[in-house]
């Protein structure tokens, strides 16, 4: 089987590649949000954190 | 009926968060692992089918992406379950950041479904009972996630949440038992059967690779969300500060 004839998929290119290419974005997509979303998370944390210690600090 | 206390313990969303942590590693390697195999031999080694030539290698996306997204909902019907009758929050957890992979999972098992059925049934979509019902599974993930989004305080959201997962279980069956009830374009089953499975092993064994990768993956990816949202949900206990002001993750 040739790389031309593999990518042809016998002339189903557009519905084969296009299931896989969706599949690859889509969980790609799911598994990488999760990761940007924690590094948010703990970013507003640490400021939230910070204010409170600050406050803290100016109470006593 | 009430749980032993060491079940609480290791429930805790603290023991989770660190439990979880050690265990990501090695599910994303093992999905990564069978994900490889699977699409090699599912791409490169298992043969054209007599009838539908290329086309079927669809298959390898669009049914384990199907069965994902039945078993995410069960999987998240009983945690809410358990987190309704028991009072575990990392059962409620579960529940809430399971929903948009299986909405991932549904979303793809219809849109690839669809690519199928154009050059094999000659048209994208029907208003069957298996797609429809396919349709009804992914405005109940939608609807879920809207509903939780909705409700501020996180205890009622997840009485709310369960209950809508609880009562959306009678689809499951139906969506399964769709193409023997009813008259449909949509093929029976090929592998879930009381009967031996009606494939050839060389086709059906990247299937089952395939199956088994896509389960790996979602346990990665929801130890991940989890971890995120742990943070967020208890951010007013000692540990959650400890972790985030020392740097470590």
Do not use: C
């Not at chain 1, 997509?29 to 409170?52: D, G, N, T």
């Not at chain 2, 690519?115 to 009804?136: C, F, H, N, Q």
Request: charged share 15%.
């Amino acid at each position: 089987m040739s790389v031309s004839e593999f990518f042809h998929m016998g002339g189903y290119a557009f519905y084969v590649w296009s299931s896989y290419g969706l599949a690859l974005v889509v969980l790609g997509w799911i598994m990488i949000s999760p990761v940007f979303s924690k590094k948010a998370i703990i970013k507003e944390l640490k400021i939230k954190y910070r204010q409170q210690e600050r406050q803290h600090q100016e109470d006593v | 009926m009430k749980l032993p206390a060491i079940v609480h313990k290791f429930s805790s969303p603290k023991n989770f968060y660190i439990m979880s942590g050690k265990m990501i590693p090695w599910f994303m390697w093992s999905f990564l692992l069978s994900l490889f195999v699977g699409l090699y031999y599912g791409l490169f080694v298992a043969p054209p089918d007599y009838q539908q030539g290329e086309s079927y290698r669809i298959m390898y996306i669009h049914v384990p992406a199907a069965w994902m997204s039945m078993f995410i909902y069960m999987i998240m019907a009983v945690s809410a379950a358990v987190g309704l009758i028991w009072r575990i929050k990392t059962a409620d957890l579960m529940a809430s950041v399971s929903a948009p992979i299986g909405a991932a999972f549904t979303f793809l098992a219809l849109v690839t479904g669809s690519l199928w059925g154009k050059p094999m049934w000659g048209t994208y979509w029907v208003w069957d009972a298996r797609l429809t019902s396919e349709l009804i599974l992914l405005f109940l993930y939608l609807g879920f996630i809207a509903l939780q989004a909705s409700i501020e305080d996180p205890r009622n959201a997840a009485r709310a949440g369960a209950i809508l997962l609880i009562v959306g279980v009678v689809n499951i069956p139906i969506i399964h038992y769709s193409v023997e009830w009813w008259s449909t374009l949509h093929q029976g089953a090929t592998v879930a059967k009381f009967d031996k499975p009606s494939m050839h092993i060389s086709m059906l064994i990247p299937l089952l690779v395939l199956a088994t990768s896509f389960k790996l993956y979602y346990v990665a990816s929801v130890l991940m969300r989890a971890r995120g949202e742990i943070l967020r949900r208890e951010q007013n206990t000692r540990w959650v500060k400890e972790i985030v002001t020392g740097e470590s993750s």
